[in-house]
């Protein structure tokens, strides 16, 4: 198996998650990913206990870390350098950070023409282009958040979805402007926004909103009968604690569901159609749950599953994992950090994706700073010359965790 992107190099500044994500696909697609940090680092970094979050473990591993000082005038001729030997560079730096910064589109192709740019921002052209945002901002600028209540109150959904989604659309814009003409400056740069991308994911329901406003149909955003308005869709409580996710969408899932369970409702012509069940959704609700309440996990779902009903077990994150069919070869990188190790997801595209095993570990700040600044002209004596100056830093490792532990109490 030959990556499809070996031989590519990629220039990362990114902080959080969007530009890092993205980066990350990239490596697993057999990129070299060069992450270039400032002197404080990705903030990723620091972010549980005073160590890296998951976030940094799980999409910085592949990549190599060189620490940059971009503020001075000569960490920015170190990062033009490293741009004129790079394919491709992508970043999620705010527009005015991007300009003091010398790493606007105009900064870039100056110092390789070639260069396929890549820059995620908070908004696309437009009225609110300087403007910054976040996941949040964008779940409740969509109406993604408007539609997601925890008792009544919009909620953020928790992880960062929007943040991850365009990260995805920056590598598929990416992959395509590899293909484009190198004297194509234009066809070579791909912006993509976290508006816009909320914008674009959330398409069916805007669509669906007017497609009912059009036809006279009222909607009920805050009703609280179940996902999606649908009684009998959604989580629901096994005697024994577990949570079961039912799919009952159609009047035959919820024949299968009154067959599995013994209910008369199966012959009741009064809730056999799904407009009467949501009619009638609270009395719909109190008898899905209930009939969850009355077995256990093992004997609820041996019935749902005999009876072909769509349902699986609502996992919690500690024990995902260890799904058989999660642990099949190819599915999970082992990833060692310091003195930890971990296992973690590989993109689903077995075909494309290097998984040898050889993989780097997620990088001290600064590992890498030496090794690849001599690779693109650099002496050991300019690099000692830039470190003695503030310019860059390289990282030394004794081996040791580079955070503590917390204490227990005596």
């Not at 070579?188 to 976290?194: A, D, I, P, S, Y």
């Not at 609270?282 to 041996?302: K, L, N, Y």
């Amino acid at each position: 198996m030959h990556p499809v992107l070996a031989g590519k190099r990629v220039i990362e500044l990114g902080t959080m998650v969007a530009a890092p994500f993205a980066a990350h696909m990239l490596a697993q697609f057999g990129a070299e990913v060069i992450k270039v940090e400032p002197p404080s680092g990705d903030p990723t970094r620091k972010m549980v206990r005073g160590g890296p979050s998951g976030t940094f473990i799980a999409y910085s591993r592949g990549k190599r870390s060189v620490c940059i000082d971009l503020k001075r005038a000569q960490g920015q001729d170190v990062l033009r350098r490293l741009i004129a030997a790079a394919d491709v560079v992508v970043h999620n730096l705010a527009p005015g950070s991007a300009r003091s910064l010398g790493v606007t589109h105009a900064d870039c192709v100056k110092a390789n023409p070639r260069l396929v740019y890549c820059h995620i921002q908070g908004y696309g052209p437009g009225p609110l282009e300087e403007e910054l945002a976040s996941n949040p901002v964008i779940e409740a600028s969509t109406g993604v958040m408007y539609t997601h209540r925890i008792d009544g109150r919009p909620t953020r959904l928790g992880p960062s979805y929007h943040d991850q989604f365009a990260g995805m659309y920056a590598v598929m814009g990416i992959l395509a402007a590899l293909q484009a003409p190198e004297n194509d400056v234009n066809a070579r740069r791909v912006e993509v926004g976290l508006y816009e991308t909320g914008l674009h994911v959330a398409s069916r329901d805007l669509v669906n909103g007017q497609l009912k406003s059009q036809l006279g149909v009222k909607t009920r955003p805050d009703a609280d009968q179940g996902e999606f308005s649908m009684p009998g869709y959604g989580s629901y409580e096994t005697s024994d604690g577990r949570w079961v996710y039912l799919v009952m969408l159609s009047d035959a899932h919820w024949a299968k569901f009154c067959e599995a369970m013994a209910l008369p409702q199966v012959s009741d012509a009064s809730l056999a159609s799904i407009r009467e069940r949501k009619r009638r959704g609270p009395e719909v609700e109190a008898i899905v749950s209930a009939a969850m309440r009355a077995h256990t996990f093992v004997e609820a779902m041996t019935r749902l599953k005999s009876a072909g009903v769509g349902c699986t077990e609502v996992k919690p994150l500690a024990t995902v994992l260890d799904e058989p069919h999660a642990r099949e070869a190819g599915k999970l990188g082992a990833v060692k950090f310091q003195a930890l190790n971990f296992s973690v997801p590989n993109m689903p595209l077995p075909w494309q994706v290097a998984t040898d095993g050889d993989e780097l570990s997620p990088p001290l700040l600064g590992e890498h700073t030496q090794d690849v600044l001599m690779s693109i002209g650099y002496s050991a004596a300019d690099v000692e010359g830039l470190r003695a100056g503030d310019v860059v830093r390289i990282a030394q490792s004794d081996g040791r965790p580079i955070w503590a532990p917390p204490r227990r109490p005596a």
